[in-house]
């Protein structure tokens, strides 16, 4: 499975973006997927996660009613709308994709592939 980010930028606060995540392969539809981003000199840290039908999403605090995860498996892609950015949300973003299932899951030990990252950086 390869995943490819994109849609990263410098942008203002208070600004939006969205990030899209491609992956090859075609059994997308049985991944759950998720979202987690690094800031610099800090680990890596949960963002989102959606279920493989999609009916299922799940969300760090931190982004709780600003971003949006959500995935189209007919174009094999995950997206990730993010509103009201703040300086706080810049960093670098991954997705990642579960291969295995189980419940939602912000542990990035229980994610099996890696996309290569796509840097956000929001300016005060």
């Known amino acids: 499975v390869q995943l490819q980010a994109s849609g990263g930028g410098l942008v203002q606060a208070g600004d939006s973006l969205r990030l899209s995540c491609t992956a090859s392969g075609r059994t997308f539809s049985m991944y759950q997927m998720g979202w987690f981003r690094q800031a610099p000199g800090k680990e890596r840290e949960f963002v989102a996660f959606?279920?493989?039908?999609?009916?299922?999403?799940y969300y760090a605090d931190s982004v709780k009613g600003r971003f949006t995860i959500s995935r189209d498996n007919a174009k094999n892609t995950v997206y990730l709308q993010m509103n009201s950015l703040k300086p706080e949300d810049t960093a670098v973003y991954y997705c990642a994709a579960d291969l295995y299932g189980g419940p939602p899951s912000g542990n990035p030990d229980e994610y099996d592939y890696w996309g290569q990252g796509t840097q956000v950086t929001v300016s005060s």
């Open positions: 959606i279920s493989s039908n999609g009916g299922t999403t």
